[in-house]
């Protein structure tokens, strides 16, 4: 067997850690990115039975060499089998364009796929170390309902959740404040932002963190970053076409689009990348320019993807050596406007018959354009959340109602569980340390 992959800090100040040390910290101590030394190449056997490998397996393989031996072959595979325990159809919607649906999983989008194998990853690693890890998460609404339901019954792990009072939406608020069990949810009478600062102060609270076991469950946590390529290797098995696909991501923070991308390099075919972004296109100017400015985020109908300086950029930058001209080689992006958005969810909802959340709309727009542009190939978008998400959009462009899916239904009738503090720092730590 190869040694271990090992992770490095993007930022280069940081000693090289294992996958387990990766998964528990979160973000180097340096503030970089933590990012695999080397990239396994799938299998040749893999490749050659490619199609016959059931989900579970193709998981498996894929994460095994990135997992370096720090969770054993059974339990990994295990944790694999939970994470992907639903459907990723890849669904047909015109002869030149075609859907993977990410949103089969309990909270309807694909943050559930990280989620799911980042829980698993760091309750295994929990009942090693023989202590409770509490997981402490603001949100303002999706990432919070992913994590809640990821994390839910793993032994060994806590969750507490803080979301702004009054500023989520209903569904999200029912899937935030209905688990029970290990996941608590704080409701709090203030603002995302003054729930993240609280957070913030947590972490950087010796006194507190000396006394419990304090863990994020943040984005760029490889544990959920590395799994995301397990379905685009489904997307590409389902795929008919002579050539490879083109594949679509509608992008925010970059952390989907990178792992697609990483799959691409350990040997996934894909004839090109395309990303797709809202209003906030930082990564257009890169690619035109070879320079990255940041931006402020400015707000759109496609909100998960309001991000005005990505996270992941740097780990795409890692994987490609800095180099400008490969990365443009193999990338292209567009900017889709709200109302294209909207008139995309229109079109496509009139002429196919298949709905499109904003998300999957500016993806499907931007792959549109692309194949117009290179009429030689064919291709799939990413769609990274159920439509029933965002019913005021598209109920109001389709003028159709939304079936909400039976999962919601059964959800909405449950009981809300959530204890009312104020924003302040001290009343979270009193909450904390009085459980
Ligand atoms: C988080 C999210 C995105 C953006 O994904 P990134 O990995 O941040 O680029 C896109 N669509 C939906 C529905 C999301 O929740």
């Given at each position: 067997m190869d040694t271990p992959i090992k992770y490095y800090s993007t930022n280069k100040q940081s000693p090289t850690v294992s996958f387990r040390e990766a998964t528990i910290k979160g973000q180097a101590p340096d503030k970089g990115l933590y990012f695999p030394d080397r990239i396994p190449q799938l299998r040749e056997d893999v490749i050659s039975n490619f199609r016959s490998l059931t989900r579970e397996e193709l998981a498996y393989l894929t994460i095994r060499p990135y997992v370096g031996g720090d969770i054993p072959d059974t339990d990994l595979y295990r944790i694999c089998s939970e994470t992907v325990a639903f459907d990723f159809p890849l669904v047909k919607v015109t002869d030149s364009i075609s859907s993977l649906e990410l949103f089969h999983g309990p909270t309807l989008a694909f943050k559930d796929v990280g989620a799911r194998f980042m829980s698993r990853c760091l309750g295994y690693f929990s009942q090693e170390n023989k202590q409770k890890v509490t997981v402490l998460v603001a949100t303002s609404g999706d990432t919070g309902s992913a994590v809640a339901a990821g994390f839910l019954g793993v032994e060994g792990v806590d969750v507490v959740i803080l979301y702004p009072s009054g500023k989520v939406s209903k569904v999200q608020e029912q899937q935030l404040t209905t688990l029970g069990q290990n996941i608590t949810a704080l409701e709090v009478q203030g603002t995302f932002d003054d729930c993240q600062a609280m957070v913030k102060q947590a972490f950087a609270d010796t006194e507190l963190t000396s006394r419990m076991f304090l863990t994020s469950a943040n984005s760029i946590n490889v544990a959920r970053w590395l799994p995301q390529q397990f379905y685009y290797l489904y997307g590409v098995q389902q795929w008919q076409g002579e050539q490879p696909p083109v594949i679509c991501v509608p992008s925010g923070n970059f952390g989907n689009v990178c792992a697609g991308l990483l799959a691409h390099v350990s040997g996934m075919p894909a004839s090109h990348f395309v990303i797709a972004c809202n209003d906030n296109d930082t990564f257009s100017d890169y690619l035109r320019t070879s320079t990255y400015t940041p931006r402020t985020a400015v707000p759109t109908?496609?909100?998960?993807?309001?991000?005005?300086?990505?996270?992941n950029f740097v780990r795409i930058l890692e994987l490609f050596g800095h180099d400008h001209q490969r990365i443009s080689q193999l990338i292209h992006s567009y900017t889709v406007s709200d109302t294209t958005t909207r008139e995309t969810i229109a079109s496509v909802y009139r002429d196919h018959h298949y709905l499109l959340d904003p998300h999957g709309a500016v993806a499907y727009c931007a792959l549109d354009q692309y194949l117009g542009a290179h009429p030689q190939y064919r291709g799939f978008i990413l769609e990274t959340a159920h439509p029933v998400k965002f019913p005021d959009v598209v109920e109001s462009v389709t003028g159709t109602h939304i079936e909400i899916p039976a999962s919601i239904q059964g959800l909405m009738a449950q009981k809300k569980k959530a204890t009312l503090i104020p924003p302040q720092y001290a009343a979270l730590k009193d909450y904390l340390l009085s459980r």
């Open positions: 109908i496609s909100n998960a993807m309001d991000v005005g300086h990505p996270s």
